[in-house]
């Protein structure tokens, strides 16, 4: 089987939802990566042979195929096609592993795996509002034949996650400052500069809170009368893209290119949709089993925040280092633009295990209807 090879990787700043990206048309975000990587990396565009890009709100400005759009919007060559797919939450971690599985299958050399999402310009939830407006059902007979009318949300999985692995409200607190404790120290200390693309005005995150304190989270309501979960200790709603580069040895040697990472494993496992942000626990197992490496191997874990219980309950199921988890801080200071986060995290991945010398990194995420995909990789 031929290698996979992570050549480039960029991203914009992550914007809040009205902040100054969030006026930036989807089209224009996925634009503004997609030309970068091509000038950082030096590949020639021509031989760029897909763009899989990830994208969770496909309505509006973010239909029509924007990987398409995207990468003619960047003035980039129209021989190259572009695919858009959604697996919810991990939309672009899914565009890295097709673009990977197309380069180890041998049938494709240089790919393009990116992410876009404008949730200040297309909301969450934007692409079911047919449904809700035609008075239809979002499941269908067989699903509310298996698994009842009970509700089926994020939000209500993150709360039976805390319940199930006895998380109080100030555990999920705790964690949360923590995050953006993380988050902020990178920030001020430079570790983003490298990866980001600046764009609108925007050189850094605009989501990061410094200031916060645990005394200011215990001021907020919850999101329903008796749950842990408050604003707080959820991902914020966000704007933000990001590609890599995924190239074959052939077309490394070939167009002069520089591996940053080799691509180690790819695993996809579902679990409990109810639960819905559980699967990352079996998945990381899956990928460790499958790759011959144990959770101590792993130098650096993005793990996105989707709410503070997904990572507190993979740190102990795992029994990971909490110093090497998401080491600059996650989604809850950084934001989680949905479709884009999985191109956003690798990206950070790649760039902090070439900044600290780590050698082995892991990449995981929630994902709708209870999956979750998980990537290691080795930096070169």
């Known amino acids: ?24 048309h989807p089209a224009d975000l996925g634009a503004h990566v997609l030309r970068e990587l091509v000038d950082r990396t030096g590949a020639d565009p021509e031989a760029v042979e897909d763009v899989v890009m990830g994208c969770v709100s496909q309505v509006g400005p973010q239909a029509l195929d924007l990987a398409r759009t995207a ?43 990116s992410g876009v999402e404008n949730m200040g310009m297309v909301p969450m939830g934007a692409n079911a509002k047919y449904a809700f407006d035609a008075d239809l059902a979002i499941f269908g007979e067989g699903w509310h034949k298996r698994y009842g009318d009970q509700e089926i949300s994020q939000f209500r999985g993150a709360q039976l996650m805390a319940e199930k692995w006895g998380y109080s409200r100030e555990d999920l607190e705790r964690y949360s400052l923590e995050s953006h404790r993380r988050a902020a ?15 609108a005005g925007v050189a850094r995150d605009e989501g990061v809170r410094p200031e916060t304190t645990l005394e200011k989270m215990a001021s907020l309501d919850p999101l329903r009368e008796g749950w842990a979960l408050t604003a707080a200790v959820a991902s914020q709603v966000s704007v933000g893209a990001g590609a890599l580069m995924i190239a074959s040895e052939r077309a490394v040697d070939k167009h002069g290119l520089t591996p940053l990472a080799r691509v180690v494993q790819l695993s996809l496992v579902g679990d409990d949709p109810v639960y819905m942000l559980t699967a990352p626990i079996p998945a990381t197992r899956a990928a460790l089993a499958k790759s011959g490496l144990g959770i101590d191997d792993i130098d650096v ?15 102990d199921e795992l029994g990971a280092d909490p110093a090497k988890t998401n080491p600059n801080g996650g989604a809850i200071a950084l934001g989680h633009p949905l479709g884009a986060t999985g191109a956003v995290l690798m990206t950070k991945l790649v760039h902090e295990l070439e900044r600290s010398g780590g050698r082995y990194g892991l990449q995981t995420m929630c994902e709708g209807g209870g999956q979750a995909n998980t990537t290691i990789i080795e930096r070169v």
């Not at 480039?8 to 809040?16: I, K, N, S």
């Not at 120290?185 to 764009?199: N, V």
């Not at 874990?301 to 990572?311: D, G, K, Q, S």
Request: a negative charge; hydrophobic letters at 45%.
């Open 185 to 199: 120290a990178a920030r001020d200390a430079g570790y983003f500069d490298k990866e980001i693309a600046p764009l």
């Open 71 to 113: 990468w003619l919007s960047a003035g980039l060559p129209e021989t190259t096609a572009g695919v858009t797919i959604d697996r919810q939450c991990g939309s672009s971690q899914q565009a890295v592993h097709f673009a990977a599985q197309g380069v180890m299958s041998g049938t494709q050399d240089l790919v393009v795996a």
């Open 301 to 315: 874990t993005e793990i996105n925040e989707a709410f503070a219980p997904v990572p507190l309950a993979w740190l």
């Open 1 to 24: 089987m031929a290698e996979a090879y992570i050549v480039g990787a960029v991203r914009t700043p992550v914007g809040t939802k009205k902040g100054a990206l969030a006026g930036v």
